[in-house]
């Protein structure tokens, strides 16, 4: 079946934006034949599989020279999904990684085919089972396609909420296996030999009997048309089996990368194509009133104006954002520069005109004082608050963010009568094609994702409406492809941000110091994601009594998942108030942490403690540091508030501030979990060292206000992006077994960089702010 | 009007507006993308090029000054990838989504005619490209390498 459908792929289908690169600098590309290469592609991403080669299985094709592509259903976009996925199907094929290449998956293909049965089921028994695949939230079948996980070939083609290790290892090493069993069994049919008696290292098949050998290049063609007779049987090898997993891979894109070669959305070149540029209302919800296209139209290059409505909003996760105008032009430049002199009047409802950053705090400042959702309620806080000894409380606040990615949204779309192509870098390819579908009328089934890398992602790539919008515009052209391209403004404005958020955290204490009762309230916008995390369900720092209440308004800032969702917001509240209550009680923040987690019944406390102490001793916690200098320690955790799958680290940041109020970070020492072992600790190691610089902006630096219903920053000379020289020249990290399936860790750790600097400020200068971001406020001492 | 460009060695004609800037036609006229758009504005760094052997921020420089001068990008830097500054990213691992890392690298590349042997207060001072994915603790290793300071200082031990 499998069989059939990939022979009936569309040639241009294989020509999906891959680009591959073995671990040498020696890169092999497959050219497509003149006479087919309806698309073009720059010379470092074309290649892709010659359709003559049958797959073993969808996710596996061996070339006669052992070449093995494998298909990878998430976007690689930094976090080295290409290597590490990789990873996980070559560990049990047993082949040859010199020779592995990955390929973007087709999302086409997974609109018309149906995941194969022996891919659905998860074995094991859950998150402390080495053997199983620690449950991935895709276990059960969840056909509604777009919410849940789709019951398609590829299921989860999502790249989000660091699922794409967590999720992908089932499946991803079951289809390994599965491709190693059918070339095994190829083998054993082929010289006629049992095939309990032959086994496979390196892309090499050996007859144990006899000797005798063959590789995988040369019996692939039989595999693929030897089915396993007993897919469901076979098994994934647990973390103490694996050879290739678990140690430190490069990434294999990064030749491409460093030589310019590798594609993103934004390097797409058709032929014919032409060029859009975009505004939209700068106000969400806004629309278009007016546009004067006549005072353009003559401009060099400038072939036609667009104008699209506000985007479906359920073709975008509920968002809104606003109408628009596209300039159509032979070159992105000339009609970027049309669109800057064309008069746009925008239509803005006057209820979101009247928005702004203090307004919306102060809503939500007022929100806390309302009874909000109570999420949890253990124990008698009010009774508990009569009897304290000592009361304290603090309100926080974080402002809105996006991600500011590097590459400014952009999508290529071909529309012709009966077909949609789409080339873009993209988290959401199901989603994107959906999108296609819904907007030109054609069937999903015709719609072609071409996935390219994305240059930055941090949160599903802005869920915002660049594919919607480039559709809509090349859907009015049909037969010419148009590359529509953001400016950095629009990317601005055509992103959801992480929402502006406040939180207000009682504690009472007994004469001790120590919390007898702990109230939480936070409050967002009503649709922000995350929202109880870190707090939800227990305290990770003990208190007998303990209340937590999530509290709301609507905004018309569209808000969503920006890297690390509720925890950064979460983290910073919740550590930086451990800090206060310590200072409170006379006690050192780290033993005081310590002793809190030690008192809880949490599952993972253990790994909790260790990963305090571990971080400690590695910073030489309470040795004496120069005046002008501190240190501050933090928890960073998801998922311990069970005993499923979970991420722990911690972190201690040696922070020094100038007399002149310069905020440096010297150090930072990290304890961090591997679970039972990691996939790829290189790529562990380097998105740790992202994140902490990630969110040291996010303390130091970044915001978005909002005046006049807009938002005032759009570009990177007001929204500012830290450099080499406030990055810690020291980064040591180190691993802990916690013998448990670790949950991922590519969007929230580092986080505790913001209450570790709010804490060295209040160490070195007296001063305690509790508003993100720290440049807001005097940093000097004396 | 045609302006004359070498780029990489090779000499162009391009018919362009004098005042496009130099990252557009090297993206839309010649076609070499490796050097990208991020921010317009001549902030990130993410359009670096090499003119007459400077790091010039492309986006921010009109087609018409470049004229007659040698303009590198990331695609002439070296033909096989074997550039110091390419050969110690990749040792370093040091991308991550990439994007800026056409220009960082020729950021670099310029630093160390500058500075062959850089200390971390020259590279603090004059590599000002922005990375989001935030590699910069592996950039600064990679540039120690490029410039041989690491090989020289275990050479002494």
Known sequence: ?782 | MAIDLTVNGVKHSVDVAPDTPLLWVIREQLRLTGTKFSCGIAQCGACTVHIDDRPVRSCSIPVSSAAGRNITTIEGLSPDTTHPVQLAWIEHDVPQCGYCQSGMIMAVAALLKRHPKPTDADIDAEVTNACRCSTYHRIRQAIHTAAGNLSSQVGKL
């Open chain 1, 1 to 782: 079946m499998a069989d059939n459908a990939s022979t009936q792929l569309d040639r241009r289908d294989f020509l999906t934006t891959a680009a591959a690169a073995t671990g040498a600098l020696v890169v092999g590309f497959w050219m497509p034949p003149r006479a087919n290469a309806q698309i073009i592609h720059p010379e470092g991403a074309a290649w892709a599989v010659d359709p003559g080669i049958p797959e073993v299985n969808a996710w596996v094709v061996v070339a006669p020279d052992d070449t093995v592509t494998i298909r990878i259903g998430q976007t690689e976009l930094g976090q080295g999904v290409w290597t590490s996925n990789a990873m996980m199907v070559a560990e049990e094929l047993q082949c040859d990684w010199g020779k592995v290449r990955p390929q973007y998956a087709s999302a086409n293909r997974d609109a018309r085919e149906m995941a194969p049965d022996w891919t659905l089921k998860v074995p094991g028994r859950g998150a402390q089972d080495p053997y199983s695949g620690g449950v991935p939230e895709f276990g059960e079948r969840k056909p509604d396609g777009v919410n849940g996980i789709p019951d398609t070939l590829y299921r989860r083609m999502r790249t989000n909420g660091v699922g794409s290790v967590r999720d992908g290892r089932y499946y991803l090493q079951l289809a390994g296996a599965e491709a190693r069993e059918r070339l095994l069994l190829a083998a054993a049919k082929t010289w006629n030999v049992p095939v309990e008696q032959v086994s496979s290292a390196n892309s090499v098949i050996t007859h144990g009997p006899t000797g005798r050998t063959t590789t995988y290049g040369k019996v692939a063609a039989l595999a693929a048309q030897t089915p396993h007779p007993h897919p469901e049987a076979i098994r994934i090898k647990p973390p103490m089996e694996w050879k290739l997993m678990g140690t430190e891979q490069k990434n294999l894109d990064v030749p491409l990368k460093v030589a310019g070669k590798a594609e993103y959305g934004i390097d797409i070149f058709l032929p014919g194509m032409k060029w859009a540029a975009v505004r939209s209302c700068p106000v969400y919800g806004g629309n278009v009133k007016s546009y004067d296209f006549d005072r353009i139209r003559h401009e060099p290059g400038v072939i036609s104006a667009i104008q699209f409505p506000i985007p479906d909003p359920s073709l975008i996760r509920g968002h809104v954002f606003g109408g628009g105008v596209a300039v159509v032009g032979e070159t992105w430049h000339q009609a970027r520069t049309a669109l800057d002199k064309m008069p746009i009047e925008w239509d803005v409802p006057p209820e979101y005109a009247a928005r702004n950053t203090a307004n919306i705090r102060a809503d939500l400042l007022a929100s806390l004082d309302e009874a909000g959702k109570v999420e949890v309620n253990l124990g008698d806080c009010d009774t508990a608050f009569r009897n304290a000894a000592k009361i304290v409380e603090a309100t926080y606040s974080v402002p809105y963010l996006p991600r500011a990615r590097m590459e400014p949204g952009n999508a290529t779309v071909l529309v012709t009568d009966n077909r949609v192509d789409i080339w873009l870098g993209d988290q959401s390819p199901q989603e994107t094609r959906r999108s296609g579908s819904r907007i030109t009328g054609i069937p999903e089934t015709n719609v072609y994702v071409h996935l390219c890398h994305l240059g930055g992602g941090y949160g599903r790539n802005g869920n915002g409406p660049q594919a919607e919008q480039a559709i809509y515009i090349a859907n009015k052209n049909r037969g010419t492809p148009i590359h529509m391209l953001w400016t950095r403004e629009e990317d601005f404005v055509g992103t959801t941000f992480r929402s502006i958020g406040v939180a207000r955290l009682r504690a009472a204490l007994d004469r001790d110091g120590w919390p007898i009762a702990m109230e939480v309230r936070t409050a967002t916008d009503v649709l922000a994601p995350g929202q109880t995390t870190g707090f939800d369900v227990a305290p990770r720092y003990f208190a007998p009594n303990y209340r937590f209440s999530t509290h709301s308004r609507k905004f018309h800032i569209p808000v969503g998942t920006r890297r690390g969702v509720g925890a950064p917001a979460q983290t910073y509240y919740r550590e930086t108030f451990m800090d206060e209550l310590a200072h409170a009680a006379g006690k050192d923040p780290y033993l005081y942490r310590r002793e809190l987690i030690a008192r809880t019944n949490l599952p993972y406390k253990a790994d909790m403690i260790k990963a305090l102490d571990m971080a400690a001793e590695m910073s030489g916690w309470g040795k004496p540091l120069p005046k002008g200098m501190a240190r501050g320690i933090a928890l960073e955790e998801h998922g311990t508030q069970g005993d499923g799958m979970a991420t722990i680290s911690a972190m201690v940041h040696t922070v020094s501030i100038s007399r002149d109020g310069k905020v440096r970070v010297e150090r930072v020492d990290v304890a961090h979990e591997e679970g039972f072992r990691l996939v790829n600790p290189l790529s562990v190691r380097k998105q740790i060292e992202g994140q902490i610089v990630w969110f040291f902006n996010d303390a130091m630096y970044q915001e978005c206000t909002v005046e006049e219903g807009r938002i005032a920053q759009h570009n990177f000379d007001q929204f500012i992006l830290s450099r080499i020289r406030e990055t810690p020249p020291e980064i040591n990290i180190r691993f802990f077994n916690t013998g448990h399936w670790m949950d991922g860790m590519g969007h929230d750790r580092g986080t505790s960089i913001q209450s570790a600097i709010g804490d060295a400020i209040f160490q070195i200068t007296g001063k305690r702010y509790r508003d993100l971001p720290f440049r807001n406020h005097d940093l000097t001492w004396s």
